[in-house]
């Protein structure tokens, strides 16, 4: 009975090859460069993977329910150029001081944003439109709008206070977009793990139409996961456009593309179904620590890219594989 | 004379022992029928010949020298062609491509469709297969898409012929005609392996039969010398196997009323009254419009016409999420495609309709979940080493047993069991008929289809035959034979 148990090297490495990977990686990056293991440079890596993260986290819920969101690079910078707009505006009219009005533009990107979950997730379900085209589509539409509303400038009307989400340190030690991390993690853990939804979640992506027939919402289940990744997005898009005060449409440009690789190699299998908050962490640390060991050795910029793409397809390669036999 | 041995097999599963050191010999020129319970060990030793998994330990001779094939393709190669009890067809493609895949003839660098249609169609021909080789799979009813399985597997002109369960999902006129393919092969020196929890197929065909019984092997024997009650011995040990209980009655209430109901293409025009505590079975040929019928009170399927009440209310435009909600269940009958998450745990795939009741308000309440789990495993005998492992690593038939439970979790008034006992043994069969029955003292109703008529004639109370889309009789079981409920069902 207990043989599955077994404590033995092989299934160790089995169980734990990403992490193993990581700290093989770490200790790499400690012998090659003396600036890897330093407090600062750790806390840097920290809060470099936040913004990427919470994002990812959505991610997993919408790849574990078979589905895809490519537009939420646009969701992130639209976010940033709403709330900068909003608050100026109102500032400008003489009908609130910048201070409040950035919180009525955090408002109106969650009502934005939750509104492009919502017709993503309707046309995807009701006309079933593959989601990647739905949403490339979408990411489209809003880089255009997020240009139009700000004429192709970066917005920069935010109070002072507001840095404080992206720059900000508690104890003057951990910055607050990880503990943001850590919060947004812990949520959207326990969405799937604990939750009806997250059951459901995981029915529809490994077979939707034998959930339909047990009698579970398919198309409830997903619009809502594309909600939920659209909310991570107005997250994100606050601490970016807090860390350089700016709101710009050209931001977050590729960020799909990093959090579907930190999903996959976390070991979430791209047709849905499997995927856990815990591998998606895992992957977003060892993005974050590929992605600053290469920028500590100097590596040219265009070569990040070649790495990163790389890896996406071998994780793919991988999951596939893995989910195969 | 050919021969395939095993010498002292073995196969670990994580937590199962699903052979241990079995020793067997089977000889060419007969047929082989290898039965046992659920999760005996029948599938994985197939799976051993076949090359679809590995042994963990044992030698398989074929005609003396040492067989060990990395997979399916080679041992296809090598003569062993196997129709697995999963269905494993490509759904995109057409027949004729799922027959040749790998070995479609080719004109020059191109795929000569001509000629592939050509040898698919003289196959199908040969065998008395009435499907056109350029249907598409996906198109393909179950039974259909079984019959195209055996003839990708006997178009490798095999010297091994394994059929796990080939007749789960065929009626009496396709299982008569399959047995003359078999029977044609005897001639041949071919040894066929045939799998079935149909008892009484084993003296219609087989010659010898061999009983596993939790992956050890019980015994060998010359079926002309077995008796039906030796071999449910070999196979369970010693187990009372039940009979239908004198006290079964039905109430008059009437729970579902169907009237005037059709879809529009499968049947038409369809009434009929369930009542409280009823069991209602359904008889019908494949295609007869039987499963078409359960989709659409259960609103899987939009119907073309007609009304259907529940406890006197109409019910409008009904869906599968609304008639759960209103305690209707529904087992379907592609377990594969349609009954479970393979990707998913044992104790999710038990939950999932009852993914409601699991608490209130947004969180699964654990307790009950494990409660709710706990209770199907017991009462419905499934066999798990452990409920968290993936429902994929279940034997068939106790896949089919988490189907079932899946949806007696809800605690449902009316059940819809759309070929309950397809792929279960004589005694988990028997302990489903007895959850219809003991439900029905409860006051709870079920509509029952299976291709096996007898199995109708046990449970129910009252049998609607179906043929060509309509209602040919309503009949009662204790005033019909089998070979007549057969004949009006054939329309003979
Ligand atoms: N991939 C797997 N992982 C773990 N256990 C497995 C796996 N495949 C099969 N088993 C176990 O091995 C045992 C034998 O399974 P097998 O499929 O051979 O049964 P079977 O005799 O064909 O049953 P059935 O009549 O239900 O088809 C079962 O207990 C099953 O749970
Ligand atoms: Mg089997």
Known sequence: MTSSKKLSIGNIVKNYTLEIILVALAIILTFVTPHFLTLNNLMNILRNISLQGVVAFGMTIVIVCGELDLSLSSSIALTGVLIGLIGGKLDAAGIMPLQYGVLVGIAAAFVVCTCVGLINGWLITRFRIPAMIVTLAMQNILYGIAAIISNGFPVITFPAWYSFIGSGRIFGIVPVPVIILAVVFAITAFVLSYTKFGRATFACGGNAEAARLSGINVKRTKIISMVIVQLCCVVSGIMLSSQVMSGTFSFARGWEMNAISSVIIGGASIAGGIGKMRGTLLGIIFLGILLNGMTLLNVNDYIQYVVRGCLIIFAVLLSTLKNKK | MSVLETNRVSKQYPGTLALDEVSVSFEGGKIHALVGKNGSGKSTLVNIFSGAVPASGGTVLLNGSPISFKNPAEAQQNGIATVYQELSLVPGLTVAENILIGRMPMKGPMVDWKKTRKIAQELLEELGIDISPNDVVSDLTVWQCQMVEIAKAMSFDPKVLQLDEPTSSLAQNEVESLFRIIRKLREKDVIVLYITHKLQELWQIADTCTVL????????????????????????????????????????????????????????????????????????????????????????????????????????????????????????????????????????????????????????????????????????????????????????????????????????????????????????????FQIIWDQARKGISSIMVSSELEELIEVCHRILILRNGVIERTVLPQDVSIEDLYAISMGE
Not at chain 2, 304 to 329: Q, T
Not at chain 2, 343 to 358: H, P
Not at chain 2, 376 to 390: C, P
């Open chain 2, 213 to 432: 019984r939790d992956g050890k092997l019980i015994g060998t024997e010359q079926i002309s010398e077995l008796s039906r009650r030796q071999l449910i011995g070999m196979m369970f040990g010693d187990v009372e196997v039940k009979t239908r209980p004198e006290d079964l009655r039905y109430g008059e209430d009437v729970v579902l009323k169907v009237e005037h109901l059709s879809d529009g293409h499968r049947f038409t025009d369809v009434s009929f009254e369930l009542h409280k505590g009823e069991v209602l079975g359904i008889a019908g040929m494949l295609g007869s419009g039987r499963t078409e019928l359960l989709n659409c009170i259960f609103g899987a399927q939009k119907a073309a016409g007609g009304a259907i009440w529940l406890h006197g209310e109409e019910i409008k435009d009904p869906n599968p999420e609304m008639m759960n909600r209103k305690g209707v269940a529904m087992t379907q009958e592609d377990r594969k495609r349609l009954g479970v998450n393979l990707d998913a745990r044992i104790s999710d795939n038990l939950c999932y309709a009852s993914l409601q009741r699991l608490g209130k308000g947004i969180m699964v309440d654990r307790a009950k979940e494990k409660q709710y789990v706990a209770r199907q495993v017991a009462d419905l005998g499934i066999k798990v080493a452990d409920v968290n492992y993936l429902v994929s690593s279940l034997s068939g038939g106790n896949q089919q047993k988490v189907v079932v439970g899946n949806w007696l979790n809800i605690e449902p008034t009316v059940m819809l069991f759309d070929e309950p006992s397809r792929g279960i043994d004589v005694n988990a069969k028997q302990q489903i």
